[in-house]
């Protein structure tokens, strides 16, 4: 791996642009997307999370832009200008409106929400019962394969991020997986490979080894990110990324030219 192209900054929840792109290098990569999560919705809980988090990217991307250009004059990497967008099906207009303006080098979309809550919340999930559970999970899966099936996005991030909430964790079934599967196989959006908790308590990557099977099945390349929001955290994202991409030899494709 030679680029990881999601990493975030504080134009969203992560750290400086100059730590972040700092410790691409030093984790030896040649180039470094930095994907800040972005959302144009109006639906309550994403205007909540604008005003409580400061995630302001469609207002700001622009300054990002002007920060990215004049680090990369010093940089010996290269810096892409990336989005992790919020997707819902509802809003694929607006969604369609703000990237065409916005024209980022390239997209990530993201499903962070099920029946308008954080998929992170362990509570929320928790204290639903099995067969709830279980239409969430497909809920989700329904709005990933329409993600796909919209084209909006170079990048499906973190396929199945329901299995960080331990409460969803392994109720996605194998007839998901081919669906989500067959959707990517048929559509310009690539998956993820994302570690975001792949050193922490879930312990995998996203996809899990099933999903990704069944993705190999049908031939769908990756594309890789380490989901940084510490600079710590991308060279042992990186090592660890790479020894997986070893073990399932597979070779991770940039998002720019597929
Ligand atoms: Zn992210």
């Given at each position: 791996?030679?680029?990881d192209y999601?990493?975030?900054s504080?134009?969203?929840d992560?750290?400086f642009?100059f730590?972040?792109?700092r410790?691409?290098?030093?984790?030896?990569?040649?180039?470094?997307?930095?994907?800040?999560?972005c959302?144009?919705?109006?639906?309550?809980?994403?205007?909540?999370q604008?005003?409580?988090?400061?995630?302001?990217?469609d207002?700001t991307?622009e300054?990002?832009?002007?920060?990215?250009?004049r680090?990369?004059?010093?940089?010996?990497i290269?810096?892409?200008d990336?989005?992790?967008?919020?997707?819902?099906?509802?809003?694929e207009?607006?969604?369609?409106d703000?990237?065409d303006?916005?024209d980022?080098?390239y997209?990530?979309?993201?499903?962070?929400?099920v029946?308008t809550v954080?998929?992170?919340?362990?509570?929320?999930?928790?204290?639903?019962?099995?067969s709830?559970?279980?239409?969430?999970v497909?809920?989700y899966?329904?709005?990933?394969v329409?993600l796909?099936?919209?084209?909006?996005f170079?990048?499906?991030?973190?396929?199945d991020?329901?299995e960080?909430?331990p409460?969803?964790?392994g109720?996605a079934?194998d007839?998901?997986?081919?669906?989500?599967?067959?959707?990517?196989?048929?559509?310009?959006?690539?998956?993820?490979?994302?570690a975001g908790?792949?050193?922490?308590e879930?312990?995998e990557f996203?996809?899990?080894?099933?999903?990704?099977n069944a993705?190999?099945?049908?031939?769908?390349?990756?594309?890789?990110?380490t989901?940084?929001?510490?600079?710590?955290?991308?060279?042992?994202?990186?090592?660890h990324?790479?020894?997986?991409?070893?073990k399932?030899n597979?070779?991770p494709?940039?998002p720019m030219?597929?």
């Amino acid at each position: 791996m030679d680029r990881d192209y999601h990493v975030h900054s504080s134009y969203s929840d992560g750290r400086f642009l100059f730590q972040m792109v700092r410790a691409a290098a030093d984790a030896g990569l040649d180039g470094v997307g930095i994907a800040d999560h972005c959302n144009v919705s109006d639906r309550e809980e994403m205007t909540e999370q604008k005003h409580l988090l400061g995630f302001n990217l469609d207002q700001t991307y622009e300054r990002r832009r002007q920060a990215i250009d004049r680090l990369a004059e010093e940089s010996d990497i290269d810096i892409y200008d990336g989005v992790e967008m919020d997707y819902h099906p509802d809003e694929e207009g607006a969604i369609a409106d703000f990237l065409d303006d916005a024209d980022f080098d390239y997209t990530l979309g993201a499903i962070d929400h099920v029946e308008t809550v954080n998929v992170h919340v362990e509570a929320y999930f928790g204290s639903k019962d099995e067969s709830e559970r279980e239409r969430i999970v497909d809920d989700y899966f329904d709005r990933l394969v329409a993600l796909v099936e919209s084209e909006l996005f170079d990048v499906a991030a973190h396929p199945d991020v329901i299995e960080r909430n331990p409460a969803l964790r392994g109720l996605a079934t194998d007839d998901h997986y081919e669906r989500a599967a067959a959707a990517f196989a048929d559509s310009r959006t690539l998956p993820e490979l994302n570690a975001g908790r792949a050193l922490a308590e879930y312990g995998e990557f996203h996809p899990t080894p099933d999903f990704l099977n069944a993705l190999a099945d049908r031939d769908v390349p990756v594309v890789v990110g380490t989901d940084a929001h510490k600079p710590g955290e991308v060279g042992e994202r990186v090592r660890h990324l790479e020894r997986y991409l070893d073990k399932r030899n597979l070779q991770p494709v940039d998002p720019m030219v597929e």
